[in-house]
């Protein structure tokens, strides 16, 4: 039996963390009922305490999503999750998500702490968080980098507590994906009550291994991913949520999946990307313009003879309206035929040949060439 994985996006909290990104109460409305079609599980929708326009947005988002969870981010202190409860108090499943650093560099230099009043203001915060809503979820901040035994003391500890959730972040993108893999599991071999509370993977891109973390934090045993559109968030990053149900839904050998609508995955990034005005890049995989696209005349060719030589995934599966053949100097004769019998022109092989030496000469001084161009070609 395949296993759920649950999406918990956060977009609209850790996305919007990125400089320029900032959305307003309606536009994070907008994402929201997206987020809703797309079919992700939780939706992040803010840090109500962060300033009354991020407050007044929770709780709108609050009132109109009618099927996810809707979540709001708090710091393990009393004003925070006040300010969460009374955001989230119109939701018809709420969850408040606080923790606090659980790694020795922030015990250290960010709290001036002690491992031990860690814990305690851990365990103090899940308890008042409880206190309002059943749902509640724990960030041990840094998780990447903390001592494994005081984590899976934290763990414990805070699930004891009643967090229905213990999300163990790589707040820094630190981890290589064994290492990530044998930290998850540590835990679910060393943390008695473990399963009575779902892990969650958080993961940073710094290093360019948030998605492939995230697969290895799945297959120690993560039944939750915390992830962005784009893969959007701050410094370099979260882990992309097309990367996530798309991996999931190519390898279902792996026997997990998602909810995740996938057809509205590359629309849903193009609304996004316009709304935060954050391009997408053109190798970005899954919705990137080139994602889907062939231009080398080797590729070109296996492509047309049978996509799969060239594609592990149908450009429809997730809305992207086709494949596409970019004519270049690097492209061939197949490619050139294709395009040309799309217009309405049928060449013999030595004709071909012949306009194939002229359209080298063209695509050498235009770069790419359009349909314009290959009409003024055979003109």
């Given at each position: 039996?395949?296993?759920?994985?649950?999406?918990?996006?956060?977009?609209?909290?850790?996305?919007?963390?990125?400089p320029?990104?900032?959305?307003?109460?309606?536009?994070?409305?907008?994402?929201?009922?997206?987020?809703?079609?797309?079919?992700?599980?939780?939706?992040?929708?803010?840090?109500?305490?962060?300033?009354?326009?991020?407050?007044?947005?929770?709780?709108?988002?609050?009132k109109?999503?009618?099927?996810?969870?809707?979540?709001?981010?708090?710091?393990?202190?009393?004003?925070?999750?006040?300010?969460?409860?009374?955001?989230?108090?119109?939701?018809?499943?709420?969850?408040?998500?606080?923790?606090?650093?659980?790694?020795?560099?922030?015990?250290?230099?960010?709290?001036?702490?002690?491992?031990?009043?860690?814990?305690?203001?851990?365990?103090?915060?899940?308890?008042?968080?409880?206190?309002?809503?059943?749902?509640v979820?724990?960030?041990?901040?840094?998780?990447?980098r903390?001592?494994?035994?005081?984590?899976?003391?934290?763990?414990?500890?805070?699930?004891?507590?009643?967090?229905?959730?213990?999300?163990?972040?790589?707040?820094?993108?630190?981890?290589?994906?064994?290492?990530?893999?044998?930290?998850?599991?540590?835990?679910?071999?060393?943390v008695?009550?473990?399963?009575?509370?779902?892990?969650?993977?958080?993961?940073?891109?710094?290093?360019?291994?948030?998605?492939?973390?995230?697969?290895a934090?799945?297959?120690?045993?993560?039944r939750?991913?915390?992830?962005?559109?784009?893969?959007?968030?701050?410094?370099?990053?979260?882990?992309?949520?097309?990367?996530?149900?798309?991996?999931?839904?190519?390898?279902?050998?792996?026997?997990?999946?998602?909810?995740?609508?996938?057809?509205?995955?590359?629309?849903?990034?193009?609304?996004?990307?316009?709304?935060?005005?954050?391009?997408?890049?053109?190798?970005?995989?899954?919705?990137?313009?080139?994602?889907?696209?062939?231009?080398?005349?080797?590729?070109?060719?296996?492509?047309?003879?049978?996509?799969?030589?060239?594609?592990?995934?149908?450009?429809?599966?997730?809305?992207?309206?086709?494949?596409?053949?970019?004519?270049?100097?690097?492209?061939?004769?197949?490619?050139?035929?294709?395009?040309?019998?799309?217009?309405?022109?049928?060449?013999?092989?030595p004709?071909?040949?012949?306009?194939?030496?002229r359209?080298?000469?063209?695509?050498?001084?235009?770069?790419?060439?359009?349909?314009?161009?290959?009409?003024?070609?055979?003109?």
């Amino acid at each position: 039996m395949s296993q759920k994985i649950l999406i918990f996006d956060t977009t609209l909290r850790d996305g919007e963390q990125v400089p320029g990104c900032q959305l307003n109460t309606e536009e994070k409305l907008q994402v929201a009922e997206q987020l809703e079609l797309l079919g992700v599980d939780i939706i992040e929708a803010g840090f109500p305490i962060s300033s009354p326009g991020d407050f007044r947005s929770v709780e709108a988002i609050a009132k109109l999503v009618k099927n996810a969870t809707v979540c709001g981010l708090t710091r393990a202190k009393k004003e925070d999750i006040d300010a969460a409860a009374a955001a989230l108090k119109h939701a018809k499943y709420p969850r408040i998500h606080t923790g606090i650093g659980s790694s020795d560099t922030h015990i250290k230099y960010k709290f001036n702490s002690t491992r031990e009043e860690i814990l305690e203001r851990g365990v103090w915060a899940v308890k008042y968080a409880k206190s309002f809503v059943e749902d509640v979820e724990f960030f041990a901040e840094d998780a990447g980098r903390a001592d494994l035994v005081f984590l899976a003391q934290l763990t414990e500890a805070v699930i004891d507590a009643g967090a229905t959730v213990v999300n163990l972040p790589d707040t820094t993108g630190y981890l290589l994906p064994q290492q990530m893999f044998q930290r998850i599991n540590y835990l679910f071999e060393n943390v008695p009550n473990i399963h009575k509370a779902v892990i969650s993977m958080h993961n940073h891109n710094d290093l360019g291994l948030a998605t492939a973390n995230t697969i290895a934090g799945i297959q120690a045993g993560a039944r939750q991913v915390e992830v962005t559109i784009n893969g959007i968030g701050e410094r370099a990053g979260n882990t992309s949520l097309e990367e996530v149900a798309m991996i999931l839904n190519t390898h279902k050998d792996l026997g997990y999946h998602t909810d995740i609508n996938s057809k509205h995955l590359y629309p849903f990034s193009q609304f996004v990307s316009n709304l935060m005005g954050m391009p997408v890049q053109a190798n970005k995989a899954i919705v990137g313009a080139n994602a889907f696209a062939h231009s080398s005349g080797i590729h070109q060719d296996g492509f047309l003879k049978h996509t799969q030589n060239y594609e592990i995934m149908s450009p429809e599966d997730v809305g992207v309206p086709s494949s596409a053949i970019v004519l270049t100097s690097r492209s061939g004769r197949a490619a050139l035929r294709h395009r040309l019998q799309l217009l309405g022109f049928e060449f013999e092989k030595p004709d071909l040949d012949k306009l194939y030496t002229r359209f080298l000469l063209m695509a050498d001084a235009r770069k790419q060439l359009n349909d314009e161009d290959l009409k003024e070609l055979v003109g």
